[in-house]
Nanobody, 115 residues
């Protein structure tokens, strides 16, 4: 079964850091783009950051300069989150685009930033 498995969420104080990881199962076709979305309580899911197979990255304005997305040569993607703010609180979802009309989602990992 093709799936994405996330880890690294938790509770931290404002100003601290967290690192999220996501790994696709072995039988997953190599994703063209991998990235992270988040959903805050009462809000819609939004893009945080993504990285293409060629290394090109795309960030939401609200994380530029604080978050860094990276991926390895296999099927893992990471999100280094620094200088966290309470408004970064939410469920973070890993996303992988494996075909023009097919994308995968992780189960979500909770990030809570206290003030």
């Amino acid at each position: 079964q093709v799936q994405l498995v996330e880890s690294g969420g938790g509770l931290v104080q404002a100003g601290k850091s967290l690192r999220l990881s996501c790994t696709a199962s072995r039988n997953t076709p190599r994703p063209t783009v991998m990235g992270w979305y988040r959903q805050a309580p009462g809000k819609q899911r939004e893009l945080v950051a993504q990285i293409a197979a060629n290394g090109i990255t795309n960030y939401a304005d609200f994380v530029k300069g604080r978050f860094t997305v990276s991926r390895d040569t296999r099927n893992s993607v990471f999100l280094q989150m620094n200088s966290l703010k309470p408004e970064d609180t939410g469920v973070y979802y890993c996303n992988a685009k494996v075909a023009p009309s097919r994308e995968l989602w992780g189960q979500g990992t909770v990030v809570t930033v206290s003030s």
